[in-house]
T-cell receptor, first 114, second 110 residues
Framework: SAVISQKPSRDICQRGTSLTIQCQVDSQVTMMFWYRQQPGQSLTLIATANQGSEATYESGFVIDKFPISRPNLTFSTLTVSNMSPEDSSIYLC???????????FGPGTRLTVL | GQNIDQPTEMTATEGAIVQINCTYQTSGFNGLFWYQQHAGEAPTFLSYNVLDGLEEKGRFSSFLSRSKGYSYLLLKELQMKDSASYLCAVREDSNYQLIWGAGTKLIIKP
């Protein structure tokens, strides 16, 4: 498994502002994933971040709104830009570990936009 | 297209056994995963199946039939702490991303 931490754990933000979420892993990993989870819903993949290359975004998510950095093999950030109340959600990072490449998740960041 | 189906909600009694089913239709297959998610927490990895058959891990077992596009998670000797959502996810072999089911909310009653 892997130990994954996220900062902040929660935040309340004003619309129009931006928030950067950090994800730190205790071991080097190739791929890191960023998800969003609305209350009572399943996971929606925002993007996949590989070190040394641009992130790959899923349909409906764009780099201008969700810029991602991946400066090394243990760290990534996701920025939620120009926030609106619709961005209120839990944001999760995950990494693939082990032979099965199961994904292990950070504790999540609960974002509320007023 | 891609599709994963799970029941939305199930109820079971403490001490009993419950089976949560998952059916999938994907363009490829490279493994099926089960996760547990307690309210307000992140998903935690439970099991992985890539070959047909049953994988047992303590009170939890997971079964896979690739020909039927079907899996189930079996929970035995249910405890109150097993109340959670259970998510089924499939990895297609095309891009190694996971396709997630909507999750099954399991309610355990005393």
């Amino acid at each position: 498994s892997a130990v994954i931490s996220q900062k902040p754990s929660r935040d309340i933000c004003q619309r129009g502002t931006s928030l950067t979420i950090q994800c730190q892993v205790d071991s080097q990993v190739t791929m890191m994933f960023w998800y969003r989870q609305q209350p009572g819903q399943s996971l929606t993949l925002i993007a996949t971040a590989n070190q040394g290359s641009e992130a790959t975004y899923e349909s409906g998510f764009v780099i201008d709104k969700f810029p991602i950095s991946r400066p090394n093999l243990t760290f990534s950030t996701l920025t939620v830009s120009n926030m609106s109340p619709e961005d209120s959600s839990i944001y999760l990072c995950s990494v693939e570990v082990g032979e099965s490449l199961a994904q292990y998740f950070g504790p999540g960041t609960r974002l509320t936009v007023l | 297209g891609q599709n994963i189906d799970q029941p939305t909600e199930m109820t079971a009694t403490e001490g009993a056994i419950v089976q949560i089913n998952c059916t999938y239709q994907t363009s490829g297959f490279n493994g099926l995963f089960w996760y547990q998610q307690h309210a307000g927490e992140a998903p935690t990895f439970l099991s992985y199946n890539v070959l047909d058959g049953l994988e047992e891990k303590g009170r939890f077992s997971s079964f896979l039939s690739r020909s039927k596009g079907y899996s189930y998670l079996l929970l035995k000797e249910l405890q109150m702490k097993d109340s959670a959502s259970y998510l089924c996810a499939v990895r297609e072999d095309s891009n190694y991303q996971l396709i997630w089911g909507a999750g099954t909310k399991l309610i355990i009653k005393p």
